[in-house]
């Protein structure tokens, strides 16, 4: 199984910040299979970003993903107040398809 | 609009069943893999299952392999989970979730609002 570890754990930052969330695997992601979802509270998870650094459909620009094989990173390139929410990474590449135990974003 | 539905949920003695469902609406049921995701009260995101839109191949986690079986009836657009051997750890809400493409390697781009179960005496 791969072990996905995501950093921080809790991320507070102010409106307008960079938030960089950091995503590492236990074994390298086939294909760079790896998406991020966002989940607000009392929500259902939202897809952000797929393949490491796609875009899913309506999600705004402030949002991006890089990296490849064990290293990924999801950035919030300024801050807004309806970002408050636990940030997740998966892999979908291997089977299980393993979730990160997630980070929170704080509003300062 | 794609819309997934889930239902089922209850509060089960240990060692109890359950069957879960979920209808989809808004797009091609029978040309869309889907999974089963949980979320235990307070905790992270667990995949929990995965079935291919013919319902030709499946794939468990190991913490429910054995116990829980998905299937789908794509006449009716819905899919379910069978959960046997039920345990306190199984309490959490379950999501159903549709994949951008009806294969394995794909992402999970729409998500149900869950149901919850809940395993105690």
């Known amino acids: 199984e791969i072990v996905l570890t995501q950093s921080p754990g809790t991320l507070s930052l102010s409106p307008g910040e960079r938030a960089t969330f950091s995503c590492r695997t236990s074994?390298?992601?086939?294909?760079?299979?790896l998406a991020w979802y966002q989940q607000k509270p009392g929500q259902a998870p939202r897809l952000l970003i797929y393949?490491?650094?796609s875009r899913a459909t309506g999600i705004p620009d402030r949002f991006s993903g890089s990296g490849s094989g064990t290293d990924f990173t999801l950035t919030i390139s300024r801050l807004e107040p309806e970002d408050i929410a636990v940030y997740y990474c998966?892999?979908?590449?291997?089977?299980?398809?393993?979730f990160g135990q997630g980070t929170k974003v704080e509003i300062k | 609009e794609v819309q997934l539905l889930e239902s089922g949920g209850a509060l089960v003695q240990p060692g109890g069943s359950l069957r879960l469902s979920c209808v989809g609406s808004?797009?091609?049921?029978?040309?869309?893999?889907l999974s089963w995701v949980r979320q235990a009260p307070g905790k992270g995101l667990e995949w929990v299952s995965y079935?291919?839109?013919?319902?030709?191949?499946?794939d468990y986690a190991d913490s429910v392999k054995g116990r829980f079986t998905i299937s789908r009836d794509n006449s009716k657009n819905t899919l379910y989970l069978q959960l046997n051997s039920l345990r306190a750890e199984d309490t959490a809400l379950y999501y159903c979730?549709?994949?951008?493409?009806?294969?394995?390697?794909?992402?999970?781009?729409?998500w149900g609002k869950g149901t919850t179960v809940t395993v105690s005496s």
């Open positions: 979730a549709k994949y951008q493409y009806n294969t394995f390697y794909s992402y999970m781009h729409v």
């Open positions: 808004g797009f091609t049921f029978s040309s869309n893999a």
């Open positions: 074994q390298s992601v086939r294909s760079n299979y």
């Open positions: 998966q892999q979908y590449g291997t089977s299980p398809k393993t």
């Open positions: 393949g490491a650094s």
């Open positions: 079935i291919v839109g013919s319902g030709s191949y499946t």
